[in-house]
């Protein structure tokens, strides 16, 4: 299976930029997904195809990245901000997540 | 607006079998691959299985292969997965999810279902 490994938590201040990374263990093209879960909510999604920035989503989200290295960005932060966020992989079966990482706010 | 509306959830002891359905609202339901993603308490995201539009073909990871049936009634706009031999480690919230067609990424989700596998 492919694993995506994402750090495990970052605290950053709000107006802030913050990038998350998601680092799969095969080549994953650029079929990679961002989700966004705040604490008791499913989730949300919010870039699709690496660096496709999904209806609704704010344009102080982006995400790059092809192969197997892929950002998360969201410049400037805002409070709102805070929650777990995932990335997924359909390129190669099965479907896999990353295991998250919980954005805090300072 | 798109709804996914999931019930079915409850405990059920080790071995035993649950239902799970999910209402669709909002979009040519018959249009869209759906699936089951799920996520046990405090952990992290994991795809249980997809249908395609039609409900001609399905997939599924091998934690669940054999064990979960997902289906689909597209006059009724509703999705199922029928889980059986249930076990301690299938305990978690259950999401319904909208496949983006050609992608398999999730669009939208529901709020999730609570299984609680459990003697």
């Known amino acids: 299976d492919t694993v995506l490994t994402q750090s495990p938590a970052l605290a950053v201040s709000p107006g802030e930029r913050v990038t998350i990374s998601c680092r799969a263990s095969?080549?994953?093209?650029?079929?990679m997904h961002w989700y966004q879960q705040k604490p008791g909510q499913q989730p949300t999604l919010l870039i699709y195809?690496?660096?496709n920035l999904e209806s609704g989503v704010p344009a102080r989200f982006s995400g790059s990245g092809s192969g197997t290295d892929f950002t998360l960005t969201i410049d400037p932060v805002e409070a709102d901000d805070t929650a777990t966020y995932y990335c997924?992989?359909?390129?190669?079966?099965?479907?896999?997540f990353g295991g998250g990482t919980k954005l805090e706010l300072k | 607006e798109v709804q996914l509306v999931e019930t079915g959830g409850g405990l059920v002891q080790p071995g035993r079998s649950l239902k799970l359905s999910c209402v669709a609202s909002?979009?040519?339901?018959?249009?869209?691959?759906m699936s089951w993603t799920r996520q046990a308490p405090g952990k992290g995201l994991e795809w249980v299985a997809s249908?395609?539009?039609?409900?001609?073909?399905?997939y599924y990871p091998d934690s669940v292969k054999g064990r979960f049936t997902i289906s689909r009634d597209n006059a009724q706009n509703t999705l199922y997965l029928q889980m059986n031999s249930l076990r301690s480690e299938d305990t978690a919230t259950y999401y319904c999810?909208?496949?983006?067609?050609?992608?398999?990424?999730?669009?939208?989700w529901g709020q999730g279902v609570m299984v609680t596998v459990s003697s």
């Open positions: 999810t909208r496949d983006e067609l050609g992608a398999y990424y999730f669009d939208y």
């Open positions: 909002g979009f040519t339901f018959n249009n869209y691959w």
């Open positions: 249908i395609t539009n039609s409900g001609g073909s399905t």
């Open positions: 095969e080549s994953v093209s650029t079929l």
């Open positions: 195809l690496a660096s």
């Open positions: 997924q992989q359909s390129w190669n079966d099965p479907w896999t």
